[in-house]
């Protein structure tokens, strides 16, 4: 089996943990989560953000670290900034089956909650998805909604 980076996650503390899709993996193997804004500036190097605008991520980033920012998209947009020097990689045609409600019309057409953009991602890349799906309330929604590479 292939020797993965982490994958890091940084939540934003003004998100209500109750409804973070994410939070069920903390402490599980090859994840880091972690908490923004960040205490001291992190050093990623080898690592793709994912974020709704860049070039597509594919298989030909199965050898890079996962960065993901978890928080509204208001909040992420904010998050991005200091992540910049990341390379962005998007998701394209996949549905989200996370109910959204945005007052402020931030959500982007092809976003995706946090815990589904973190699937896709693993699946894209090659990587084992099993388990990450347990505990979100809307995995069979999802999983029906979109059409994953090899499934």
Known sequence: MPDFPNTVIIRSIKENPKKCSVMPLK???GITLVNYPVE???ILPNYI??????PPLSSADSDKG???????????????????????????????AYPRVSKLGTDPENGLASIEALYVAY??????????LDNYHWKKEFLELNTLPGS
């Open 49 to 54: 953000r994912l974020s709704a605008e860049g």
């Open 123 to 132: 699946v894209i890349l090659g990587r084992d998805p099993q388990g990450l």
């Open 66 to 96: 996962i960065l993901l920012l978890d928080g509204s998209w208001r909040t992420a947009g904010n998050m991005e900034k200091d992540f910049a020097s990341i390379p962005p990689r998007s998701l394209s045609n996949y549905k989200t």
């Open 40 to 42: 001291k500036a992190m």
């Open 27 to 29: 402490g599980k193997p």
